[in-house]
């Protein structure tokens, strides 16, 4: 397939939450957008079909109509990536800004003292192990390390984003594998930016704070308290749009120096204070 003049987003997790976000603000920029789901198709297609509402408003006049396609994986499984990579490239030719958002928490929040072993795993195994072998997969494509020609980058670069979390710094015991996960994802994100700063490619982490999605919605209660007392400084949830707009001027080239940065979204939870 000839690759489109549209610059085309792979969003991993964006069925929902913050990787709907994400993916409807890159349409309303312009871009195609591959839309990954690990299970719930209904929600991929709300994405698909928001995605379209939000590039038609975006409006972008002599170029191709943006396409929206959602694809079925989980990036846990190395199965299901390699599957992932080449259904995404069968469909749009390439991949020019990986968007690694897939992510899921315990199924049940234990302290450390209690937590298991096989919990740890499935954590890791979709956080850290699946972004990070992602990445892999599509870098390869790149470079032209899986047997075909090397692909031609944006003029601005090719993009990877990782969103990881201030869980990434900030301690819970009774959720350490999700903090764990998130910890060693920045750590993927700086050699990824390391590896890949002569390749013509910018890699960036993005860390959210306290963000209204479905994972969060079960302590939305404990939450709307803390926030009222000012464990958020600009006193609001964050919203997946948030991390639209930044993904978005990541995505636009508007960062194109700043290669290895971590950006918080987090409404100054990360700043220490007295």
């Not at 990536?81 to 199924?107: S, Y």
Request: hydrophobic fraction near 40%.
């Amino acid at each position: 397939m000839v690759k489109e003049t549209r610059a085309v987003a792979l969003v991993t997790g964006g069925s929902r939450g913050i990787g709907r976000g994400i993916a409807v603000e890159l349409a309303r920029r312009g871009f195609s957008v591959a839309i990954n789901y690990a299970g719930n198709a209904e929600a991929a297609e709300e994405t698909r079909a928001a995605c379209v509402e939000a590039a038609r408003q975006g409006e972008h006049p002599g170029m191709p109509a943006a396409e929206f396609a959602p694809f079925q994986a989980d990036v846990g499984r190395p199965e299901d990536r390699t599957r992932l990579v080449r259904e995404v490239w069968e469909h749009f030719g390439t991949v020019d800004v990986l968007v690694n958002n897939a992510g899921i928490g315990p199924r049940e929040r234990l302290d450390i003292v209690d937590a298991t072993e096989e919990s740890f795993r499935e954590v890791l195994e979709v956080n850290l192990a699946g972004a990070y072998f992602l990445t892999q997969a599509i870098v390869r494509r790149w470079l032209g390390r899986d047997g075909g020609a090397p692909d031609t980058p944006l003029e601005s670069g090719r993009k990877v984003v990782f969103v990881s979390s201030i869980s990434a710094e900030t301690a819970s015991i009774n959720r350490g594998e999700y903090c764990i996960s998130k910890a060693g994802l920045s750590m993927a994100s700086k050699l990824w930016a390391v590896r890949l700063a002569a390749e013509n490619a910018q890699v960036y982490e993005i860390r959210p704070g306290i963000v209204e999605t479905d994972l969060t919605r079960g302590v939305k209660g404990k939450y709307d308290a803390l926030i009222g007392d000012g464990l958020v400084p600009q006193k609001r949830w964050g919203k997946p749009e948030d991390l639209g707009k930044l993904v978005g001027a990541i995505a636009q080239g508007d960062l194109a120096f700043s290669t290895g940065a971590v950006i918080y979204s987090d409404g100054g939870f990360n700043i220490s204070r007295l």
